[in-house]
């Protein structure tokens, strides 16, 4: 049962954070840490980046690879996670001084509440008991979306809004002019879904009923009526039922990708497993072929020139942080951190620190 819930977590999880506090007498508590790196007024501690990386090594060993092998792959790129933790620190920061921090708590508070409901748990308690069964810990899971949804809300607020404000109309005209090879019209797809949902059900169950709805909907079946009273709350199209013209390159899941491929419109998909989760059967409604004809979209033109310049401001938007920051890395640690993390300071910059 939650196994939706478990393939969440889990993927969620890889990235969670936490400081360790050990008992050293039945009085007394002490802490055991070093601090690796102080960011002005934050530290990145020793205990962070142990977690840190204990996480991404169980993440690796879940893909396959062994224990052995994922560690060594961790541990050499021990420099580049500091760094990614010291930029990070920034942008904390940054969201405090812009006052954004607080839009991240609504955030996660709003991924609970799609989770229990997507898992039909009652209250926040149930939830976090769910989560302890399955090896996470609540808190620390928390933590880590707010600090995701912080480094987002901050690059988006600081970095692509301002990208994609930034044109002007001549300056649109003259991106769409030289690349119009980016705004041809894309094969589109519209379709309506069939969901089947493994959890607290025998997955072969599910499967087999899954083929005999798809042969009796080859047999002239009535959708609607089929989904209304077999069907689970919509998975691929979130909640929806539906969804219209979605560009066929963008559909990134490689199963469903390749079931809609050549279904004809008022067909049905071949049943279609998603991993862990259940099983979707699609009709499709609607198909609008690619076109040769250029199309001019403002907003389309926009995204493309915060796509294509997007990583490259970000990267200055970061580098200046980092300069107006007060920044030390620990003896020990600074030739692993230093020529990753002030590389582009360096241009300009004959030393750090």
């Known amino acids: 049962m939650f196994k939706k819930l478990a393939a969440f977590l889990f993927s969620a999880s890889a990235l969670i954070f936490s400081a360790q506090v050990i008992s050293a ?29 204990k996480d991404a090594v169980d ?30 620190e920034l942008l904390i920061q940054k969201a405090k001084e812009l006052g954004v921090d607080k839009d991240a708590d609504q955030q996660v508070n709003e991924r609970l509440t799609q989770i229990m409901k997507d898992n039909n748990i009652k209250t926040v308690d149930a939830l976090y008991a769910e989560m302890e069964k399955q090896g996470v810990d609540p808190k620390n899971i928390k ?17 692509q809004s301002k990208l994609y404000w930034g044109a002007t109309g001549p300056e649109l005209k003259a991106y769409f002019a030289s690349h119009k090879d980016k705004f041809l019209k894309p094969e589109t797809v519209s379709f309506s879904e069939l969901f089947l949902g493994f959890a607290g059900r025998d997955e072969a169950q599910v499967r087999q009923k899954a083929k005999q709805f ?9 959708f609607a009526k089929m989904v209304g009273g077999n069907g689970d709350p919509a998975y691929v199209t979130q909640g929806a039922g539906k969804v219209e013209k979605v560009t066929v390159d963008g559909i990134t899941d490689k199963k469903l990708a390749a079931a809609l491929q050549g279904v004809k419109v008022g067909d049905y998909t071949l049943p279609v497993e998603l991993d862990q989760v259940g099983i979707v059967i699609l009709k499709i409604d609607a198909r609008e072929a690619k076109s040769s004809d250029s199309v001019f979209d403002e ?3 926009r995204l493309a020139i915060v796509n294509e310049k997007g990583p490259e401001e970000q990267k200055k938007f970061l580098s200046k942080l980092r300069a107006d920051a007060y920044i030390k890395v620990s003896e020990s640690y600074r030739p692993l951190v230093s020529p990753l993390l002030f590389a582009d300071e360096r241009k300009t910059k004959p030393s750090v620190n």
């Open 25 to 53: 007498q039945e009085t007394q508590t002490r802490v055991v840490d070093e601090v690796v790196a102080v960011v002005n007024d934050g530290v990145i501690t020793l205990s962070r980046i142990k977690n840190e990386k």
């Open 59 to 88: 993440s690796l060993v879940q893909q396959g690879k062994s224990r052995e092998e994922a560690q060594k792959l961790v541990d050499g790129r021990e420099g580049e996670l500091i760094a990614n933790m010291i930029n990070e």
């Open 143 to 159: 933590d880590d979306w707010r600090r995701q949804a912080i480094r987002e809300m901050v690059l988006q607020r600081e970095v």
């Open 214 to 222: 798809y042969d009796q909907l080859k047999a002239g079946a009535d």
């Open 299 to 301: 907003n389309a033109v």
